[in-house]
């Protein structure tokens, strides 16, 4: 019984004892935030497309922009990172080669 006793006590003080250095932490994260590392914004993006060439339809998705490009190339879908300013894909759109053709 007495071992169970001193065992009770020293998890209560160690219970205490960490809920004090949680909110510590928490406190000195608020007190002294760190400096955020902020990315260098893209102000533009070489795209590299025939002439004459349109865009269909532009869609964003959280970082990535799909463009529909029409031109007289065809048709293709060119995905784009809009953080770091990067072609991801391009995709050409076009009938599939016909059964006799490699």
């Given at each position: 019984?007495?071992?169970?006793k ?38 533009e993006?070489?795209?590299p ?14 970082d ?39």
């Amino acid at each position: 019984m007495r071992l169970l006793k001193y065992l009770v006590i020293v998890l209560g003080v160690l219970l205490i004892g960490c809920f004090v250095a949680v909110f510590a932490i928490i406190g000195y994260r608020l007190a002294h935030p760190r400096a955020t590392t902020r990315q260098a914004e893209v102000k533009e993006v070489a795209l590299p497309v025939g002439a004459g060439t349109q865009i269909g339809q532009l869609v964003m998705d959280g970082d990535r922009m799909a463009l529909h490009l029409n031109g007289k190339d065809g048709e293709e879908v060119v995905v784009v990172d809009v953080r770091r300013g990067l072609i991801l894909s391009r995709v050409k759109l076009g009938r599939p080669p016909l059964a006799g053709q490699p």
